[in-house]
């Protein structure tokens, strides 16, 4: 098992930033590919990013590339989200998700509880 901990959301006028964090504890951090996804009110759940295990790799949705960057710490056993240049569509639950070695393509296997950005315009 996998626990993860998202942080750092919170409220930001249009055009700022924040940082989100995801914490995780139970197994090697290291040998899980990590994802960030998020979901507004009304719609369905959304891919933002991911990384790679080593972090030498990463990938964006339409909505993220050139705005959001992904990274990881291994020491630390930490994603983040650096969130840029945000917008009120950008109004949502951030989730962040691990893939287990042996999963493969777009599937994720433990989910965090979710940290709410809200961009005021």
């Known amino acids: 098992q996998v626990q993860l901990v998202e942080s750092g959301g919170g409220l930001v006028q249009a055009g700022g930033s924040l940082r989100l964090s995801c914490a995780a504890s139970?197994?090697?951090?290291?040998?899980?590919?990590m994802g960030w996804f998020r979901q507004a009110p009304g719609k369905e759940r959304e891919f933002v990013g991911h990384?790679?295990?080593?972090?030498?790799?990463?990938a964006y949705a339409m909505s993220a590339k050139g705005r959001w960057t992904i990274s990881r710490d291994n020491a630390k056993n930490t994603v983040f989200l650096q969130l840029n240049s945000l917008q009120p569509e950008d109004t949502a639950v951030y989730y962040c998700?691990?893939?287990?070695?042996?999963?493969?393509?777009?599937?994720?296997?433990?989910w965090g509880q979710g940290t709410q950005v809200t961009v005021s315009s």
């Open positions: 990384i790679s295990r080593s972090g030498g790799s990463t």
């Open positions: 998700a691990a893939a287990a070695p042996t999963t493969r393509g777009s599937e994720y296997d433990y």
């Open positions: 139970g197994r090697t951090f290291s040998n899980y590919r």
